[in-house]
T-cell receptor, first 114, second 110 residues
Framework: EAGVTQFPSHSVIEKGQTVTLRCDPISGHDNLYWYRRVMGKEIKFLLHFVKESKQDESGMPNNRFLAERTGGTYSTLKVQPAELEDSGVYFC????????????FGPGTRLTVT | EDQVTQSPEALRLQEGESSSLNCSYTVSGLRGLFWYRQDPGKGPEFLFTLYSAGEEKEKERLKATLTKKESFLHITAPKPEDSATYLCAVKGQAGTALIFGKGTTLSVSS
């Protein structure tokens, strides 16, 4: 069974530019999550999809971040325009049918905003 | 506010030297405590889920235990390949998000 995949693995952009991160969850997992770890801090929740619907987006830092999940399959997270404080590692995770199930994480996308 | 604190931040052990990692938590209505292992440049790898006080789970040299206020990850006779950052996370009644601690970085030397 293929795990959670994320693309790209690393992105370096300038302040003010746009970046789109992609996540492909484990096949059949209805729940998809985005998390972020900034340097020196713990991993923090951004949002949760159930199929194509946003279930909880309480962790999204501001309206420069836009997440979508087309057809309940892969998800994208767009940052527009990027700011220096957006630098960090963005993780995607997925879980099976119930939110109580364990979450399986992808390798992350390291975003550097210069 | 739901919170997770892990200690120590870093731990250096000799191969075969057993020890424990601590995870203290405050959460409204615990719906699960999760342990993950993270290697450099990789995502967290799921290890265990504990749901209620008194529960224990084992996997190879690792054993996780849970009380009403904390969890321990016991490492018995560690090997260099056990070197990694171990993350603790909880899920509370309020939602489905995992709330993570900062982790304990374990280094095991031969």
């Amino acid at each position: 069974e293929a795990g959670v995949t994320q693309f790209p693995s690393h992105s370096v952009i300038e302040k003010g530019q746009t970046v789109t991160l992609r996540c492909d969850p484990i096949s059949g997992h209805d729940n998809l999550y985005w998390y972020r770890r900034v340097m020196g801090k713990e991993i923090k929740f951004l949002l949760h999809f159930v199929k194509e619907s946003k279930q909880d987006e309480s962790g999204m830092p501001n309206n420069r971040f836009l997440a979508e999940r087309t057809g309940g399959t892969y998800s994208t997270l767009k940052v527009q325009p990027a700011e220096l404080e957006d630098s960090g590692v963005y993780f995607c995770a997925s879980s099976h049918q119930t939110p109580s199930d364990e979450q399986y994480f992808g390798p992350g996308t390291r975003l550097t905003v210069t | 506010e739901d919170q997770v604190t892990q200690s120590p931040e870093a731990l250096r052990l000799q191969e075969g030297e057993s020890s424990s990692l601590n995870c203290s938590y405050t959460v409204s209505g615990l719906r699960g405590l999760f342990w993950y292992r993270q290697d450099p440049g990789k995502g967290p790898e799921f290890l265990f889920t504990l749901y209620s006080a008194g529960e224990e789970k084992e996997k190879e040299r690792l054993k996780a235990t849970l009380t009403k206020k904390e969890s321990f990850l016991h490492i018995t006779a560690p090997k260099p390949e056990d070197s990694a950052t171990y993350l603790c996370a909880v899920k509370g009644q309020a939602g489905t998000a995992l709330i993570f601690g900062k982790g304990t970085t374990l280094s095991v030397s031969s």
